[in-house]
């Protein structure tokens, strides 16, 4: 949405939120002194932020595309900015003024750095070649200058990669530099010395003349005559790009790279730096770069999963979490966050705990019932139970409600619904038994099914199919008992309330359907998610349920008054699966982002009305930057050369602010009539004495307004000035002289 939000790392907690952009902030920078941030936007703008007033200071406009990376030279005097449109920008950040524009590249620029004596600015596109640029030191350097340029193109460096460049970062001392493609390879240049620069560039005129005159002592025998090329001075040849940027190492990692960035401590002694790459398979990975090799030093790929997390389940106890993934299985305490057990297995959809918290069951992709021990770790059984894949694995409840060791449910994309028992079995090779599974009956089904969930006393089993429709059996004869219909689209998830008397069915049509368990009545029909809904469950012995879908956000409802409570917002990504403990305190969900997140209940009571106040803060918020005068009114097609705007922008903050503000000024316009009026009177001898309005609180009318001034946020206060209406900003500026003359209050 633009914001950009500043966080202390020490505390984890958010210092302040910058709002200005009105579309994703695609690069950040902070300058040298870190007392200013600047920003670039899918936008294209660029707004410079003070980050100890948590305000705007100006915005750069002049990029006709998304900017995508942005650095600061000159200890910050200036900034240097690059975009998709191509063009490289240089601002002069005292005069706000845009000084030079340098194209040259042929496709969009992706990112760029600067070496930390600021002698180098290198920028990196989808064109075959890196290009590699000077940067002015000083007024005084050469006549071939331009007098405002700050940068002067060098040369171009050959790239190994086709691929588009991601990012490009120098090291700490400047000596390397990286090159990340949006591949699987990085490549790390050596920038040499002006000694080793000059030895190079004479020994690539040295090799130059010896081809030159081999060429000619050949040219002199066939008779032919050749051409003399210009003589260079040997003694002070002139260095090209090639002579000072050499390619040092080619990095290739087996995932897809997301981004790197090269240690700011001091590398370990024998090797020139430290490289850490992250990858996109949720691997973080460090190398020691020398000039022989680049080594792995170590990686970070214990904890997390690789892939999305397509299904979790909780243990009777909440003290044990399984999650799948598409090649392994991991077992979590909910409570700390640690990954206790990784097993390897097959690309698993669904899971269960067996009772008794020892075992767990995996229905996979491909078919295959695996049975892993919680305790070691290890996968004892593989059954291959269906032809397609596993959907669904329910536990099989007793009359009473409490799960024990009747069995389970299967439901599978081969049109059948299965029925387990447990049994123990003894290997051959082994005096110990250990934990198997047995089909005792198969409920066959006219087309794929998608979920299965059976009762809370076991009296029926609803499974919901391809064609859109729910069939609910009776478990027991499995006889045929409801029919649910009414989703436009398949029903990817269901579940039945703990007392039996309703069913909840999310679908890929974006909606939750509420029905009745006794007739099949549709009891209403929720427009729940902006995508398809993935999972949902009821909050244990209630009617309250949390839903999850693919606008990853993740929603609680009341199913008896159909409301929507709370709206939880975190994943970044589709949230596929959730786990409700056993009480109801805590939820688990996991989503494509590779995440697992737990969301707990607290103490604090929750007012709908409010909650719905916000959700239409949030919509007209939304609603702000497509206002009717901003949808109809005159536009400009591109903007002004390097102009400069407001940085901030309309928020409901700045409206309530501006809000405020009005009021408290026309509060002070009445008190100051009173005021008027009283004088009068006394004058005359006529009246007497009013009272004072109770809402000033005993300061005068310039005190008070300027009291509201000063309770708006630094970051809002120059757009609520801006929306004031004109009659309203008049009243504001009678009150500046004076406020002028009070040294502690003068910004």
């Given amino acids: ?196 620069a000059t030895r190079k560039a004479k020994r690539r005129l040295h090799r130059k003349k010896e081809k030159a005159s081999a060429k000619a002592a050949a040219a002199e025998g066939n008779g032919s005559v050749i051409d003399p090329s210009p003589a260079q001075d040997s003694q002070n040849p002139t260095v090209v790009v090639t002579d000072v940027f050499k390619l040092l190492q080619v990095l290739r990692t087996s995932k897809k790279i997301c981004s790197v960035a090269f240690s700011p401590s001091n590398p370990p002694k024998g090797c020139l730096a430290t490289l850490s790459l992250s990858l996109n398979n949720n691997v973080l990975e460090t190398y020691s770069v020398d000039n022989e090799k680049v080594s792995k030093m170590y990686s970070v790929e214990i904890h997390g999963h690789r892939s999305d997390i397509r299904s979790l389940a909780l243990n009777s106890e909440d003290n044990l979490l399984m999650s799948t993934s598409h090649n392994a299985v991991k077992i979590w305490n909910p409570s700390t966050g640690d990954c206790l057990r990784t097993v390897d297995s097959g690309y698993g959809l669904c899971s269960a705990f067996v009772p008794g918290n020892r075992y767990g069951l995996i229905g996979t992709k491909t078919g295959t019932l695996e049975i892993i ?58 005096d110990t038994k250990h934990l198997s599974v047995t089909n005792v009956r198969t409920l066959k089904m006219n087309d794929d099914v998608l979920a299965v969930s059976i009762g809370p006393t076991g009296k029926h089993i609803a499974v919901a199919l391809l064609d859109c429709t729910v069939k609910v059996f009776f478990l027991d004869t499995l006889k045929f008992c409801l029919s649910l219909y009414g989703h436009k689209l398949p029903v990817l998830c269901m579940d039945i309330s703990s007392d039996g008397a309703l069913i909840v069915t999310g679908s890929a049509d974006k909606n939750l359907k509420i029905w009745g368990m006794d007739f099949g009545d549709c009891h209403k029909s929720i427009f729940a998610h902006t995508d398809s809904v993935m999972d949902v469950k009821f909050v244990p012995k209630t009617h309250y349920m949390f839903s999850v879908g693919k606008d990853r956000t993740v929603k609680y409802w009341d ?93 409901k903050e700045t409206v309530t602010a501006t809000d405020a503000i009005i009021d408290a000024l026309d509060t002070a316009e009445e008190e100051e009539k009173r005021l008027n009026e009283q004088k009068k009177l006394q004058n005359t001898g006529e009246g007497t004495k009013s009272k004072p309005n109770v809402i000033m609180q005993g300061h005068s009318p310039s005190e008070y307004v300027l009291n509201a001034v000063s309770s708006v946020r630094p970051n809002d206060l120059e757009q609520a000035l801006l929306s004031l209406p004109f009659s309203d900003a008049l009243k504001l500026m009678a009150y500046l002289k004076e406020w002028s003359l009070i040294p502690l209050k003068v910004h």
């Fill in 373 to 430: 021990d919680i305790n070691s770790g290890n996968s004892i059984d593989v059954i291959e139970a269906h032809a397609g894949s596993i959907r669904s694995i329910v536990l099989i409840p007793d009359e009473d409600g409490t799960v024990n060791a009747r069995g389970f449910v299967t439901g599978s994309a081969d049109h059948d619904v299965k029925f387990w028992e447990y049994q123990l079995v003894q290997k051959s090779d082994s």
């Fill in 559 to 651: 199913a008896d008054k159909f409301e929507l409570l709370l709206t939880l917002e975190g994943h970044h990504a589709e949230v596929w699966c959730l786990a409700i403990s056993s009480r109801g305190d805590f939820i688990v969900t996991g989503s494509h982002d590779r995440s697992i997140r737990r969301w707990d209940r607290t103490e604090e009571q929750l007012f709908i009305e409010e909650e719905r106040e916000k959700r239409l803060e949030e919509t007209f918020e939304a609603d702000l930057d497509n206002a009717v005068e901003d949808r109809y009114g005159q536009k400009d097609d591109a903007p002004d050369e390097g102009s400069v705007g407001v940085p901030g922008k309309k928020t």
């Fill in 1 to 196: 949405d633009g914001s950009i939000r500043l966080w202390d790392t020490e505390s984890g907690a958010c210092e302040a939120t910058l709002h200005g952009h009105r579309s994703a902030a695609s690069a950040l920078r902070f300058a040298p002194s870190g007392a200013v941030l600047a920003s670039g936007s899918k936008d294209c703008d660029v707004i410079l932020w003070d980050v100890v007033a948590q305000a705007g200071l100006f915005r750069l406009r002049g990029h006709r595309d998304q900017v995508t990376d942005l650095l600061f030279l000159d200890s910050g005097k200036k900034l240097v900015t690059c975009s998709k449109d191509k063009f490289i920008r240089v601002w002069d950040l005292d005069t706000q003024h845009c000084l030079q524009i340098v194209g040259g590249h042929h496709s969009e620029i992706w990112s760029m750095d600067v070496d930390p004596s600021e002698k180098f600015l290198v920028s990196g596109s989808a064109d075959p070649e890196l290009r590699v640029f000077r940067i002015r030191q000083s007024a005084e350097e050469g006549e071939d200058w331009n007098k405002w340029d700050a940068l002067k193109l060098f040369g171009e460096i050959p790239r190994q990669s086709k691929e588009r460049i991601q990012t490009i970062r120098f090291n700490k001392d400047g000596s390397l530099v990286a090159c990340q493609v949006a591949g699987k390879t990085a490549d790390i240049y050596r920038i040499l010395d002006e000694t080793e």
